[in-house]
């Protein structure tokens, strides 16, 4: 940020030069220089340098809860013009800032403190220009979409001197770097709420869609925290008290119903994860769409607040079933480990198809660091698994599969399983798409 006070340094430095000092070039930086020698002119009929002294010019520093572009991107702009601005330094005016010399830009991230009379950063600032002749306000802001800047002298009662008209500055600064442009996560709420409601102007219906993770279907802390404050934006944004008029929020749109929107947004971290891309898109049920772009500081958010996914954990799948051969009065012993979102239903199949399903409540479970969840049964635990003389001699499948939620071992999802296993495809371990199963053959003698 440096930089960047050097630049506003220079730029109070240019106001009170001689009129023709400030070349101004051709191009786009043309118009800034044109604007400060505006500037300079005025200040020079007031500091009046023929007569000596020493005129102090204090710079109001830029509140960043109304910069809508990035510190760099600013940086670029000043830097750009630099040159002009030291050309157009007059001899007799000093400057210096609300916190003393070097330090303008701290104000920088006092984020709407400047505006409250009874801050203490506002108060700071004052009490510093009190021996001041003339104070010089820059705003940089946006017009009908665009980034432009203006300048403003004042004395130091406050009465007007001079301003400038606001000026474009050009795209290539504003959109250089990923997120330029980005402003506190409120803030860009309620731009982004303020625009829709003009853009769909029929809208009497809203559906929150939620939002995701950059191109993927992901739902992040984020995604979350940002989706309930976007939609009391949009709710802000139309209500209108002494009209009545209000805006429903529903939990399903008809699509075909007028005045039913569907609302989502997409987010993208830049890279530093200071700053993320925002997009809010909106959809009528008649094929009507409206969108925002923009970006959020990510500083401004609470803590706590994940912007990018949980990576993920590599799924530990394992089944352990011993002895593999038994005779009457031996004990089984099973240990799996599954993912927790497993839900396993135990199942022995005999070697004539038949089924014993073993319940859960016969494991004993725990928890694992891994992610895992492990159950087993064995000589040690309160039930067990012993060969009994009625049991079936010959090759046993023992194992697991998951089921669905709230679905049931029916006979025909059995036989499913029963025909897998026997054809020789004892284990399926694939994705969440796929019915994951797996046995151990063991041999009762």
Known sequence: MRKGL????????AIGGPAARAETGSGPDGEFAERIV???EALDERADCLFGGTKRVGIWPLDADRLPMAPESAEQVYGAILADLIRAKPDCVDFFDGAGAGATLEYLNVTGELRLKDSTARQDIEKAFRDVDFIVSIAIH?????????IKLTDKGGKTIATTPAFDIPADYVSRSCGAGAVPFETAMTRAAEALVETVSDMTQLVSQGGFYADSDERT??????EPRLVGAMVRAYDNPITGKRLLIADQATPDEAGAYAL???YWPCPGDERLVLSVA????????AGWDGAVQVASLPD???IAPAPEVPEFWSLSVTPSRAKIGDELALVAELPRRCSPIFV???PSGKVAMIPQQFFVTQDLDDGSRQFRVDASTRYGLSILPEDEKGDHQLGFFCKADNEDASADLLRDVWTNVTGGAARQITDKEQRNYWFESYQVR
Do not use: K, N, P, T
């Not at 050097?6 to 109070?12: Q, T, Y």
């Not at 946006?142 to 203006?150: I, K, N």
């Open 348 to 350: 022995d199949f005999s």
């Open 142 to 150: 946006e017009r009908a979409g665009a980034v432009v800047a203006s």
């Open 264 to 266: 989502s947004f997409r």
């Open 221 to 226: 802390s984020f995604a979350g925290y940002a």
């Open 6 to 13: 050097a630049a506003l340094i220079a730029l109070v430095l």
């Open 38 to 40: 505006s500037i300079a």
């Open 304 to 306: 706590g607040i994940e």
């Open 282 to 289: 909106m959809r009528g049920g008649a094929g009507q769409s």
